[in-house]
Nanobody, 120 residues
Framework: QVQLVESGGGLVQAGGSLRLSCAAS????????MSWYRQPAGKQRELVGR???????TYADSVKGRFTISRDNAKNTVYLQMSSLKPEDTAIYYC??????????????WGQGTQVTVSS
């Protein structure tokens, strides 16, 4: 079992920056792929980006070059550094931990979300 707690959301002006954190507890953090998703009001949840257990990060085209995901396995924490924010980045941001096993099982955990609002 993994518990995820996001923090760092808030209100920021367009062009500004925010850093979200996701603290994990309850299992071996380093073996999980950690992802950030977001859900704008009235829309579906979408992937922002992820970092594998080995630290390789990939991003959605909409945030590439502006957002950076990093992880600190010693602190059981994953970060989402957001820069050059746009009003369309406004959403609830969720942290996700995922891993699969050699026997085909999967483990999939979500945080409670943190609101990010970008004003124009």
């Amino acid at each position: 079992q993994v518990q995820l707690v996001e923090s760092g959301g808030g209100l920021v002006q367009a062009g500004g920056s925010l850093r979200l954190s996701c603290a994990a507890s309850g299992s071996i953090f380093s073996i999980y792929t950690m992802s950030w998703y977001r859900q704008p009001a009235g829309k579906q949840r979408e992937l922002v980006g992820r970092t594998t257990s080995g630290g390789t990060a990939t991003y959605a085209d909409s945030v590439k070059g502006r957002f950076t995901i990093s992880r600190d396995n010693a602190k059981n924490t994953v970060y989402l550094q957001m820069s050059s924010l746009k009003p369309e980045d406004t959403a609830i941001y969720y942290c996700n931990a995922f891993r699969s096993t050699m026997l085909g099982g999967t483990y999939d955990y979500w945080g409670q979300g943190t609101q990010v609002t970008v004003s124009s």
